[in-house]
């Protein structure tokens, strides 16, 4: 039976790359986690291991992984997960005005649930809409190129295409994940900036 994690209660979400080594370790705070879908808030400043050197690994093999500390800077955010959906959708507020400044579609393999929160692997293509609800693609010429350097298989390639334009298509007909009020949610104003648990690090 799967037990989920009461809202407000700090998770770790982790990144992993191709060959499962953490590439990215967060704090996250839990809104809501049910059968239904998983929301997680990451605060401005919150502090993060890890930095994304994705291109340069791939370009260097030898390159390791850049787990050194920084913080989350500019906006707040969180992000909404649907159970099986190879992406998560973000609502994104710039700070320190907290004013709405898009959703974002970050495509990524499906979040699997772990005993301490969740962790998933970025899949690099994206899509951001504008709060008229007018979008674009992000991201996507270094999706190409890792398509070129098979970093991503033509069959993952294709999926991860795939499950952008089936974003796009909920977008469009106002479905549930993007007729929501989300651009008006307010965080809990009890809860602090985590910390960074150091034994994440051991």
């Known amino acids: 039976m799967t ?21 990215l370790l967060v704090p996250v705070r839990v809104v809501e986690d049910s059968p239904r879908r998983t929301v ?29 500390p920084r913080k989350w800077q500019d906006t707040d955010f969180i992000s909404i997960t649907y159970p099986g959906d190879m992406y998560s959708i973000w609502a994104m507020w710039k700070i320190p005005e907290r004013r709405f400044q898009c959703r974002y579609v970050n495509i990524e393999i499906p ?26 693609w992000k991201d996507e010429a ?19 295409r795939q499950a ?12 549930e994940q993007f007729n929501e009020p989300w651009p008006d949610w307010i965080p809990d104003p009890s809860w602090m900036v985590p910390e960074f648990p150091e034994e994440w690090m051991r």
Do not use: H
């Open 142 to 160: 270094d999706y190409e190129r890792l398509t070129e350097l098979g970093y991503f298989s033509p069959e993952l390639s294709n999926d991860i």
């Open 164 to 175: 952008g334009l089936g974003a796009i298509t909920r977008l469009e007909s106002r479905e």
């Open 40 to 68: 997680l808030y990451t605060a401005e400043a919150t502090p993060i291991r890890g930095r994304p050197n994705l291109m340069e690994r791939i370009l260097n093999p030898d390159t390791p992984v850049d787990m050194s």
């Open 111 to 136: 979040q699997k649930r772990t005993a301490v929160g969740f962790e998933t692997r970025d899949l690099e293509l994206d899509v951001v809409i504008r709060p008229d609800l007018t979008w674009y």
């Open 3 to 23: 037990e989920y994690f009461s809202a407000g209660q700090i998770v770790q979400l982790r990144g992993y790359d191709q060959i499962g080594e953490t590439c």
